[in-house]
């Protein structure tokens, strides 16, 4: 118990090898990306698809790689995701990315169906 060693997460590749099925190309990405990204610095891109970044951290500083899921489990300090959690981060500023990640998600699922019914108007 001398020294911690250790702590880098395995480099493991992408999980599931599933192609996403719908073919939807991540086209647009400024509208619709995570207001997680705001608490961290993308410096590169990693790779030709998927989005996977090397990123630092804007709280703790550290410099690290991986997709969004590791942002996300990093910053709301999620374990058992092979990433190791912010430890910088305070309760106000978690609660803070809840409720962003809350209403980015429900804003999302609005967008998604924006098919209003409109029942009084009805063209005939
Ligand atoms: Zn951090």
């Not at 207001?35 to 993308?42: A, D, G, H, Q, R």
Request: with cysteine; glycine share 10%.
């Amino acid at each position: 118990m001398t020294s911690q060693s250790g702590d880098e997460p395995n480099f493991a590749s992408s999980g599931s090898g599933s192609a996403s099925g719908s073919g939807s190309i991540s086209s647009k990405q400024n509208d619709n990306s995570s207001p997680l990204w705001n608490y961290v610095t993308k410096l590169e891109k990693r790779g030709a698809t998927g989005g996977t970044w090397n990123y630092q951290c804007n709280i703790c500083g550290e410099t690290r790689n991986g997709s969004y899921t590791r942002v996300k489990a990093h910053l709301l300090q999620i374990s058992g995701e092979g990433v190791a959690i912010c430890k910088k981060v305070t309760k106000s500023q978690k609660l803070e990315m809840l409720t962003l990640l809350e209403e980015w998600e429900k804003r999302k699922k609005q967008g998604a169906s924006r098919e209003v019914p409109l029942p009084s108007q009805c063209q005939s």
